[in-house]
């Protein structure tokens, strides 16, 4: 895209991308916080394309729109008051946390003016589709391998922390109680009802 | 991408949804009149603005308006003939896929919107099966693109110039298609906003404009789903004798009027078994896709 | 026009905000929202250094896509933590999860 044209989607989008992302924190309803994430970050996606990055920016806003509705579904489930409709305060530590994000913002902002960076170079074209995709099956390979096992792992450990009961499973008719360890005697050892099973058994009740 | 695109998608998109409309006339035995069509369309404009009490205005008012973007730029993104390919990017249908993702929020946002029980309801049953959905519309799109080398849909039309994609991997269109009848709120996928479940649905707060605006929206997602279908699997323009226009409008009119007899006749998905189908059966199918792709890429492409 | 400094102060803008909510927010599904911002400002400096300093480095889009995998993996693994937690204590709210408080 030209400079001009950069220019023109640049400004306004980055400024609804800011704005947005502030009132996330600023709304208290539960499904405009989500949806409003879902504008900032899609909105980046098309600053990512405005920015000669297509295969970049149709990516996060392909990403972005399942990510957040998800969140939407979260929020909706975990939170006290989803429909803000009694305009609950979430916030704590405003004015610490305020200054210290305006505080590394700036540190940040003051970073990228006082560089030096490489001037730009002619064609200032990003790599296209064909070089990402050279670029991830020779290079990078290791790098994409190892992004697809940690998602893997994510999505093993997501179930296994969020499944019922827990990763020893759903109590069987039949089974004893389950041992909760006296409060208070946290150093001590409490055999569970039915006999020692080995180390693996050591804190691995929750409190259910 | 000339100055004329933009107009010349969005009265693609009015005259593509009128040809839907009369399509599915036709398709439920009706004779098809186009003078019924327009004044059903005049007359949700001309109903008085009544906004009933619901609990997110903003939610409620942009959610028409996000489906309608969603389906003009689904559409925009699917290759006509050689001169009129609308958003020509080279990463476009991937593009395709995210222009439909947001169908996903746009439903969410209705059904939030309106803020009564029943349609928040049908908006999560909606996003719970387009979170399932979109993995095999993704995988297809890319089981497509391995062979043609490009994710330009323009380039995977021009590679079909033998053989229609839909013979060299029916796994993908197997896949495809109902993937995308299911985002294009198609019976018998159309579980979260049918008039007969749970209280019409997702979209059922929406009168007089709002309501027109939906319906303008669905038929142009179902527009822009045989479109791309015609254009990625079967071949686009491609054919013996007539013109390429004619050709495309040909295969696309046939999609369109395969998905919406199969509403008709197939019953209605039920949700157990459409969740537990799309993730069992259907993202591991999608895989199974990719790896024949590249076998066929591979042996056959080359 | 837009040279590099702008666009590194917009991600800087953008991570002071999701700084803010990170720091400020209770809920636990908050912070992960600005965790997510955090990603998404370090994702638009990568895009601004390929646009505007490096073009040739497709390592710099490989970047970007690692963040935005990353951005999907701690959304995963946060919510199901949120979902364990709530099982166990019925509430979401980080201020209330105050065991190893010294």
Redesign the interface.
Known sequence: MS??G??LV?WPT?AI??VT??Y??RTS?M?????L??A??GV?GL??LA??????G??????M???????????V???ADP?G?MGMD?????R???A???G???A??L???LTD??A??L??????????G???MG??MF??LF?GM??LF??V??????AQG?RLGIAAPGDDGVAVPPPGRAGQHVPPPGGEEGHAMHGAE??? | MSAASPFAIVALALVGAMAVALLEQVVAGARPSPAGVARAALGTLRQPLAVPQV??A??YHGAPVLLLLGGVLALATVPWTPGFRGLD???GA??Y??CL??V??AV??AG?GA?RPLQVVGG?RF?ALM?AY?MPI?MAVTAVAAPAE??RPAAIVEIQHAVPMALVQPLAFALFVPAVMAVAFIPPFDLPQAPGELGGGAFSAYTGVHAGIVSLAQKVLVLGAAGMTAALFLGGWHGPLLPDALWMALKTAAVAAAMLAAGRRLPRAELPWLLGAAWKYAVPAAILAIVWAGFVSLAVYQ | ??????????????????????????????V???V??LL?AA??NA??F?????????????F???V??????E???G??????T?R?RRT?EL?DLTDLKG
Do not use: C
């Open positions: 400079g001009l950069t220019a640049f980055a991308m800011l992302g502030l996330v924190f309803s499904a405009r916080a989500g949806l994430l879902l900032s970050l980046e600053i990512f920015l000669a990055s297509e295969f970049l149709v990516l996060q806003l392909l990403m729109s399942g990510e957040m509705v998800i969140m939407v579904f979260f929020m489930m975990f939170m429909g409709l979430m916030t704590h530590d405003k610490r946390s305020a210290a994000a305006v590394v913002a700036v940040l902002a970073l990228a003016l960076w490489p730009a170079t064609s200032g074209e990003a790599p296209d589709v064909r070089a990402i050279f670029e991830v290079r990078s790098t994409f992004a940690t998602i994510a999505i450990g997501g179930i296994m922390l969020a827990g929750p409190a259910r | 609990k997110d903003w939610l990017f080279s990463t991937i593009l896929s995210a993702a947001y996903t929020p969410l946002m939030w803020g999560f996003v979170l979109e993704v490009s994710l | 026009m837009i040279s590099l400094p702008v666009v590194l102060i917009a991600a800087a803008l953008l991570f002071g905000i999701g700084l803010y909510g990170v720091l400020g927010q209770t809920n636990s599904i908050m992960i929202m600005g997510e911002l998404g994702a638009l895009v601004g390929l646009r505007y300093a490096w073009p040739e480095a497709a390592s710099g889009a490989m970007v896509l690692i935005v995998t990353l951005m999907a993996v959304a995963t693994v919510f199901a933590l949120v979902v364990a709530f166990n979401a201020d």
